[in-house]
């Protein structure tokens, strides 16, 4: 029994901190938000250069093998400085690929992955905003050798920098998943415009885009359980995202109470606002530990889902608040284009209902368990 | 990371389990379908013999003071075995891994760091045995949150001390044999350093237990009067001055919350089959979406809590002190003990309203219990509002209240 970073973690979340430092400031997040591109191409190849891409993809195919609770220490520092930047969005996409993928399929996409030359993301949701496989509509219709898909997907995270889609299809009555190039003919990619614009969403139009059936990722019809798990995974690092950016909100607040004085104070030294700050640290701490738990869980436990839920449900509590009352505790400063606070608070709105809000996890967390 | 156990680890855990298969007298509670509350099953009176079999057995067993070191009769035993042992104990529902409560909690504790050769040999083995029970003079009336102010004195006077003053909220002392006291022995000193730890015989001359009767209508703690009690010297625990350190040492005995964790997954239990046997607006409570959520939500904290104790625990493993992040836990016990007795009388509905012995109470009563007990967890062993000052304080570096 041992629940704490390795020395190895330790060093890899220094290093992250060192990096994120330097080259990802608030002003390099704020450029991001300001641009029209679909990310920040210059970050991109840094951490290419830095091998991060290769993590978590295994060794056999170009990348590090680490595991997944690796990337949660990374994840948890990228939330912190808002790293904006489809990272985890492709880490995700090539454990769909690594866990789910033929030899041939992973020989094909991995190594570009793992060496950052290939960005993917899962294209899941449509526009029903329905997390379930009864969400699906978007139709593949095969001919043996080619499969024609139709339909639209909605939501997808960094599509717009993507290169490689994940598109979950309905075909044989179940669900199927298959590599679409982005560039392929009847794809269209439409930005979103987002409550958060540190991040990037699109949506994503497949009309009659014609793929090879070798393209198909898994059995026809067959993949949903298993791609359910790989959106768990994400769930996870998105959670871990979520609590360092709590984290980073909390400091902030908490510096600024240290220095604003009222009433002949720092305001940090009245209850009401100390309590405050104190609560959102019982949140952070509370669903740090549900985090890095359920990122050994998705590896490790049979059915992780329960663990993975009370994860991303908290850790929304812990962003939700942190994010609200930062703004709160800045005061009028709070409320301004210029203060980073707002910043975190559209991070806290933005992925509080993404993969699943508090009350659906709630919901699932009881009907895993048959309740 | 690495949840899993060693194979000495888990041969340990069949151990506890085949002992309390044997010996837990709880035992008849746990396998039956709604564990009721103690006192339905036998009265208070045919309980104690039980108990005390009990609390034999474990010493018998090593298992009473777990963690203790072994010179001084504790079982020597290491933190995850500790850990294990408490999992175990409160799946089966059992009694509390030894009877005196105090005893084993802080006093102990206090007494394995500061005391002398003579005090432990005098009052460990009479923890163990359950033969001694204590209470904690710390509250006076004055003295609450701000602890450090108690004005309770003692006065040196040859070879005795001099105890005048009162204390209050004294949980159990009306049982017990005694008190580790706190007394101002020097007013001149900064409040905190002005403080000594004396050990005082419950039945000596002067001292007067008047019980407080709690909002549950049981009268769980007292008023402690001292009129001129007079203490050997001896029963000083610690140098004279050194109380305030001797109390922070004790009360930060126990870190990982793993007994309170397991207690509160029982709770829960028992709520999940509550709300599938009450109805609540025409329906089963468990279909109530709002019952759903809320008991997710209380599934979240509790194994939240579990898994923040355990990353203490590790913390602890690996050779550190764990301080005021335990702060956490505290206020996560704090708020799940009130809605644990809040959901379950709303589960209840109407029936919500009826306490033991009334015709149609549910469970005998034993919720509407937790709903009017829950104040001696929460506040108890320093309130919400300090921990949070504690927290802040602390841990974020914000200035220090007044």
Not at chain 1, 300 to 326: F, I, N, T
Not at chain 2, 222 to 240: K, M, T, W, Y
């Amino acid at each position: 029994m041992d629940f704490g970073f390795s020395a190895d973690q330790e060093q890899l979340k220094a290093q992250v901190r060192r990096f994120l430092d330097s080259e990802c400031p608030m002003d390099r997040v704020r450029q991001v938000m300001a641009a029209k591109e679909s990310h920040d191409r210059g970050l991109w190849s840094k951490i290419a250069e830095l091998g991060w891409p290769a993590l978590t993809v295994p060794e056999s195919f170009g990348g590090l093998g680490m595991r997944w609770e690796d990337l949660v220490v990374i994840a948890e520092e990228m939330g912190r400085s808002l790293f904006p930047s489809p990272f985890l969005a492709s880490a995700v996409a090539a454990r769909a690929i690594a866990l789910m993928g033929s030899e041939g399929q992973k020989s094909r996409w991995l190594p570009l992955l793992a060496s950052g030359d290939l960005i993917a993301t899962l294209a899941i949701l449509e526009d029903s905003d329905d997390l379930s496989a009864a969400g699906i509509g978007l139709v593949a219709e095969s001919d043996g050798e080619h499969v024609v898909l139709s339909g639209s997907k909605m939501f997808i995270p960094h599509a717009q920098a993507a290169g490689l889609l994940l598109v979950a299809a309905r075909e044989h009555g179940g669900i199927s998943l298959f590599a679409v190039p982005a560039d392929a003919a009847g794809v269209t990619v439409t930005p979103l415009r987002l409550i958060d614009q540190s991040q990037r969403a699109a949506r994503v139009t497949l009309a009659a885009v014609v793929v090879e059936s070798s393209d198909r990722i898994g059995e026809p019809g067959a993949v949903w359980s298993d791609l359910a798990a790989v959106l768990d995974a994400g769930t996870v690092v998105l959670a871990a995202e979520m609590v360092g950016a709590a984290d980073a909100a909390l400091r902030l607040a908490a510096e600024y109470a240290k220095v604003r004085k009222q009433f002949g104070h720092p305001i940090g030294r009245f209850q009401g606002v100390k309590h405050r700050l104190a609560e959102i640290l019982v949140d952070i701490e509370s669903s740090r530990s549900l985090v890095y738990f359920a990122s050994w869980a998705v590896d490790h436990q049979e059915d992780p889902r329960g663990a993975v839920s009370m994860a991303k449900a908290y850790a929304s509590q812990a962003l939700d608040r942190a994010g609200e009352e930062g703004i709160q505790i800045h005061g009028a400063i709070g409320f301004t284009w210029e203060c980073d606070a707002q910043l975190y608070y559209k991070r806290g709105r933005y992925c509080r209902n993404l993969a699943g809000s508090p009350e659906y996890h709630h919901e699932r967390l009881l009907s895993v368990q048959g309740i | 990371m690495d949840f899993s156990f060693s194979e000495r680890e888990e041969a340990f855990r069949r151990e506890v389990r085949e002992f309390l298969d044997v010996s837990n007298p709880h035992r008849v509670v746990a396998a039956g379908k709604d564990a009721q509350s103690d006192d339905d099953v036998e009265s208070a009176m045919d309980r104690l013999p039980k108990l005390l079999a009990w609390n034999q057995a474990l010493v018998e067993k090593g298992w009473v003071g777990f963690h203790w070191p072994k010179e001084v009769g504790g079982g020597g035993g290491g933190l995850i075995e500790q850990m294990i042992l408490k999992q175990e104990s409160g799946k089966a529902r059992a009694p509390m891994l030894g009877l005196s409560y105090m005893g084993l909690a802080w006093v102990g504790p206090g007494i394995i760091k500061y005391g002398t050769e003579e005090q432990k040999r005098r009052f460990i083995p009479a923890i163990l045995e359950a033969r001694d029970h204590w209470c904690t003079g710390y509250s006076e009336p004055g003295s609450g949150s701000d602890l450090a102010s108690l004005r309770c004195s003692a006065v040196r006077d040859g070879d005795h001390y001099v105890i005048s003053g009162q204390k209050t909220w004294t949980s159990l002392a009306m049982w017990s044999q005694w008190m580790i006291l706190l007394v101002r022995t020097d007013p001149g000193a900064a409040k905190h350093l002005g403080i000594t730890c004396l050990l005082v015989p419950m039945d000596a001359a002067g001292v007067e237990v008047r019980p407080i009767k709690a909002m549950n209508g049981e009268t769980p703690f007292a008023e402690v009067f001292f009129n001129d009690v007079r203490v050997p010297v001896e029963n000083r625990l610690g140098a004279e001055g050194q109380g305030w350190d001797v109390t922070k040492h004790a009360l930060a005995n126990e870190r990982s919350s793993i007994a309170e964790v397991t207690a509160m997954v029982n709770h829960l239990e028992d709520l999940k089959r509550l709300a599938k046997r009450c109805r609540s607006n025409g329906r089963v409570a468990i279909q109530d979406p709002l019952v759903r959520q809320r008991l997710a939500r209380m599934e979240t904290m509790i194994e939240a809590m579990r898994l923040t104790g355990l990353r203490f625990l590790t913390k602890q493993l690996r050779g550190h002190e764990v301080g005021a992040e335990t702060s956490v836990n505290k206020l996560l016990r704090a708020e799940l003990e009130v809605e644990i007795g809040r959901l379950a009388l709303d589960i209840e509905g109407r029936y919500g309203s009826l306490v033991k012995g009334s015709p149609g109470a549910i469970d005998n009563g034993k919720w509407q219990r937790q709903a009017l007990t829950w104040p001696s967890y929460v506040i108890g062993g320093g309130t919400p509002n300090i921990q949070k000052n504690v927290i802040a304080e602390r841990l974020l570096g914000l200035p220090h209240d007044a």
